[in-house]
């Protein structure tokens, strides 16, 4: 793990260069002095390291897995003896950039920051205090307890729920000011002024030197801390900009509590509660009016919400629910979602053993665990569904299928609140994360376990089934798959075949040749500089001359991260029309309509994809011509098709050359040449110093 931090940290740009650290469930979120210094390509190169991705002002998330807190520890530790300080618990205010977004997007960017890092800390405790919750239920449907409302024992079990969700608008509070660079104490102890008078027993208003003034009760009030502290730090960061340094420490402490207080009191918290109870309302208006669509839409829209970190305001809504209405019932069709997530994992589980794939079946048991033990979905998500896209189509299958199923269950099953309120859904008045260990936590909790084994059943046989990777058709023939719609025509290109040439294949060759007729134009003369050699074992070749390039260095998230298969880049040398020739002998047997890309399957069941820029699928053609059609037999080195350099770069995409070994992993091994080309992290764009010319041996593959 020191080892695995230190990496990081130095691919960072170093120590002082992290002004931010904190964690969630599964990723670092970190942010940046300067985020030129940083490496992304060697972030993601640090074994351990799942993925990691940019975000607007200098922030990055890098992707670990359950494994964060123990590296997260080790970095805050390696960059307290940097600056020479004792670690903290998290780092803020180092070279501070207090200037505010200049755009609509830049604002939103960092309000959704904002409310996701005043929520992440608490992950760990809202899950623990959730699986109690849910144990305390489940003791007493049993009948361990004969009523778990009036027993004193049960009443101290669910104190450890109760007193979190109390005090969590003083957490949010802490961890907001964190946020904004202000003295986090300061934060807290606002907001626990804000919630002692109801905690004291005092009246729905209170007089004060004259006044009448409501007392209203923030416990579990999301809103009110976000929006206090959001004042705070304006008052905060103003105050220290007009007091003296040598008074700062007394006078900006005092001026802040007694300015925010008073007008948390007055404007701040009924503007807090009136959003909360709003937003509920809403809600719950569309849960009474519309079950059907609202049982699918939140299963269905949580797969891009999750992404994105645009989920986060939905938890503060369900905790706002708990808090006015006294139940919630959003988290019901969310846990839909997340077994549709965990299902689709377990596909995936299945096909890793299948293939026997040790490494993604290391991943997918742990991302499985960490989902139905912890109801943790990030680990799947960015470990293995946004790498291998194509599985969306069978995830939100699964979501569309247990929401359905919630919604008639619901509909003809109803839950009845101790009220006497039928609420046609799904309900509970505990903030859960779904998981196996929360199921009781749910009223009409058969409709709620029936709708998630729904939808992790429907996911996983589909993801089983149809792969997650390829899909192939009755008969061997390829179908295409639909990892993205940019990359519609590439999908099929995925699932073409790559060869190795072994010296026996000479006469086979003059026989593919004799095949292919007209069509192949063997040898031609404007592949220049030819050393196909047809006694090179295990051989791929290079397709184009150029420059060798680092899978990892490659601008697409699918290329990068291997999904592809092992391979290589090639940037082109010229600037101009080039030749892209076979770097296999085998069988055409998939080349886009486009012809951006094409692949072949050698007579030994290698596939190779060969992909001409990146995006170029989106110029429909325009820079391609096709010399050899789709079924065609070809020897390595004959001309497939032409591409014109310039136009690719002219519509603004890049024109490397991506030659990869589609089913690697049914391989022995596929090495790219030369050796170490993927542990060479020394320089930002981790190309290889090396220049090759068309038809020299660039993969090596054994079976």
């Not at 890098?62 to 805050?76: F, T």
């Not at 996911?459 to 719609?485: C, I, K, N, P």
């Not at 075949?497 to 192949?520: I, L, N, W």
Request: charged share 15%; hydrophobic share 50%.
């Amino acid at each position: 793990m020191s080892q695995m931090a230190g990496q990081i940290v130095e691919a960072l740009g170093g120590a002082d260069n992290i002004r931010e650290l904190t964690h969630c469930a599964t990723r670092l979120h970190v942010t940046l002095v300067d985020e030129s210094k940083a490496d992304l390509a060697r972030i993601e190169a640090v074994r351990g390291v799942l993925g990691a991705f940019p975000r607007a002002g200098g922030r990055y998330q890098v992707i670990i897995g359950g494994a964060v807190g123990s590296v997260y520890e080790r970095m805050m530790s390696l960059i307290a003896a940097a600056a020479g300080t004792i670690p903290q618990a998290s780092i803020v205010g180092r070279a501070v950039n207090l200037h505010a977004p200049q755009t609509a997007r830049a604002w939103a960017n960092a309000v959704l920051d904002y409310v996701s890092d005043a929520f992440r800390p608490l992950l760990g405790v809202l899950l623990g205090a959730s699986i109690v919750i849910a144990l305390a239920n489940v003791i007493v449907s049993l009948g361990f307890s004969p009523d778990g409302n009036v027993a004193d024992g049960w009443r101290v079990l669910e104190a450890i729920w109760e007193g979190m969700f109390v005090m969590l608008p003083i957490m949010i509070a802490v961890n907001a000011s964190h946020k904004l660079n202000v003295d986090p104490w300061l934060g807290g102890a606002i907001m626990a002024a804000l919630l002692a008078p109801r905690l004291g027993g005092l009246g729905a208003s209170i007089n004060v030197f004259g006044m009448s003034m409501p007392v209203y009760d923030y416990g579990g009030n999301v809103f009110v801390p976000l929006l206090m502290v959001a004042v705070l730090a304006v008052v905060y960061h103003g105050l220290k900009r007009v007091i003296p340094g040598s008074i700062q420490l007394v006078f900006v402490p005092f001026f802040s509590l007694v300015a925010v207080y008073v007008l948390s009191v007055l404007c701040i918290g009924p503007m807090g509660v009136w959003i909360g109870d709003g937003l509920g309302e809403i809600t719950s208006w569309m849960n009474t009016r519309v079950p059907f669509l609202f049982a699918l839409c939140i299963p269905l829209l949580y797969p891009f919400l999750v992404p994105l970190g645009l989920h986060w305001p939905l938890n503060a809504l369900m905790l706002m629910n708990i808090e006015t209405l006294g139940y919630d019932f959003v988290q019901g069709p969310m846990g839909v979602w997340n077994f549709a997530c965990f299902g689709a994992t377990a596909g995936v589980l299945v096909l890793a053993v299948r293939d026997k794939d040790s490494a993604m079946r290391q991943m997918s048991l742990s991302a499985l665990l960490a989902g139905l033990l912890g109801g943790i979905s990030e680990l799947s998500l960015y470990g293995i569904h946004l790498q291998h896209r194509r599985i969306y189509r069978w995830l939100l299958s699964g979501c569309a299928a247990g929401g359905l199923t919630s919604a008639v269950l619901s509909w003809l099953f109803p839950s009845v609140l101790a009220s006497g309120q039928v609420i046609r859904g799904v309900t509970t008045t505990a903030f859960a994360f779904s998981s196996l260990l929360t199921i009781p936590v749910f009223n009409r909790t058969w409709v709620y376990a029936i709708s998630i084994a729904v939808a992790f059943a429907v996911a996983m046989t589909l993801t089983v089934a149809f792969d997650y990777r390829l899909s192939q058709g009755e008969g061997g023939q390829t179908v295409r798959s639909e990892r993205s719609e940019r990359s519609e025509q590439s999908e099929q290109s995925e699932q073409c075949e790559q060869s190795k040439v072994e010296p026996e294949r000479d006469s086979a060759r003059t026989d593919r040749a004799d095949q292919a007729g007209h069509m192949s134009q063997t040898r031609q003369s404007d592949c220049p500089d030819r050393l196909w050699n047809p006694d090179a074992p295990h051989a791929v070749f290079a397709p184009v001359s150029g420059e060798l390039v680092d899978l990892a260095a490659i601008d697409d998230p699918v290329f990068a991260s291997k999904a592809l298969g092992e391979g290589v880049g090639l940037m082109p040398e010229t600037q101009e029309s080039m030749a892209v020739c076979a770097p296999v002998s085998g069988t055409l047997k998939t080349v886009a309509k486009t012809g951006h890309a094409f692949g072949i399957k050698t007579d030994d069941g290698v596939e190779v994809l060969v992909h001409i820029g990146l995006d170029t699928a989106d110029m429909s053609g325009e820079g391609f011509a096709l010399q050899k059609r789709k079924g065609d037999v070809v020897s390595a080195g004959d001309v497939i098709l032409h591409a014109d350099c310039a136009a690719i770069r002219h519509a603004g995409h890049s024109a490397v050359v991506v030659v990869t070994v589609v089913n690697t992993a049914a391989m022995a091994s596929v090495t790219p040449l030369p050796a170490g080309i993927a542990d060479r992290p020394d320089s930002a764009e981790r190309r290889i110093s090396r220049t090759v010319t068309a038809g020299t041996p660039i993969i090596d593959v054994e079976r």
